[in-house]
T-cell receptor, first 115, second 117 residues
Framework: EPEVTQTPSHQVTQMGQEVILRCVPI?????FYWYRQILGQKVEFLVS????????KSEIFDDQFSVERPDGSNFTLKIRSTKLEDSAMYFC?????????????FGPGTRLTVL | AQKVTQAQTEISVVEKEDVTLDCVYE???????LFWYKQPPSGELVFLIR??????QNEISGRYSWNFQKSTSSFNFTITASQVVDSAVYFC??????????????FGKGTKLTVNP
């Protein structure tokens, strides 16, 4: 069963540093997403990406955030200058396969800790 | 605006008990999808079910069943004969289907289920 993968599983960084979170979506999917979950809270939408451009973003996704699909397989989330409040679990998701075109399948998450 | 409410923050049951997790939603979309995801202690989000707003048939999958009632905007999830491995946080989520509308999933705050041996 194909699945979404994410690396690293845990990233620790100092405040003000740049981080790049990496995701490999399911190979035949066309729509890609990032969500985040602050510890103990609900999952929140950050951004959706389709056809090599952002299709929607939330108010959380400010100028410090960017996404990129640098090649045919990776989908990255960059945080330019991390803040303490960026500490969270970041989930990548993808959808659009022929078997289950409407389900968003989530990766295992990257836990980001900003010190 | 879309909203999902899971009023039960935590539920604790003893193994083999049945348990129902409540989900109430709000949306202005006339068509939409509803989802349930499971988040075990390891942290990943596991897709359980999707339900279309135009299909009010209830669904059963093994020990899991879902009751969708459009009249009360509810999409409740029942686990029959619960097991310790069912211990997790369960999230209900909503996605509108307006043409050209939002792709995002709107999640509830989750219900933490603990099944004790």
């Amino acid at each position: 069963e194909p699945e979404v993968t994410q690396t690293p599983s845990h990233q620790v960084t100092q405040m003000g540093q740049e981080v790049i979170l990496r995701c490999v979506p399911i190979s035949n999917h066309l729509y890609f997403y990032w969500y985040r979950q602050i510890l103990g809270q609900k999952v929140e939408f950050l951004v959706s990406f389709y056809n090599n451009e952002i299709s929607e973003k939330s108010e959380i996704f400010d100028d410090q955030f960017s996404v990129e699909r640098p090649d045919g397989s990776n989908f990255t989330l960059k945080i330019r200058s991390t803040k303490l409040e960026d500490s969270a679990m970041y989930f990548c998701a993808s959808r659009g396969g022929t078997r289950s075109p409407n389900e968003q399948f989530f990766g295992p998450g990257t836990r980001l800790t900003v010190l | 605006a879309q909203k999902v409410t899971q009023a039960q923050t935590e539920i604790s049951v003893v193994e083999k008990e049945d348990v129902t997790l409540d989900c109430v939603y709000e949306t202005r979309d006339t068509t939409y999808y509803l989802f349930w995801y499971k988040q075990p202690p390891s942290g990943e989000l596991v897709f359980l079910i999707r339900r279309n707003s135009f299909d009010e048939q209830n669904e059963i999958s093994g020990r899991y069943s879902w009751n969708f009632q459009k009249s009360t905007s509810s999409f409740n999830f029942t686990i029959t004969a619960s097991q310790v491995v069912d211990s997790a946080v369960y999230f209900c989520a909503l996605r509108g289907l307006t043409q050209g509308g939002s792709e995002k999933l709107v999640f509830g705050k989750g219900t933490k289920l603990t099944v004790n041996p």
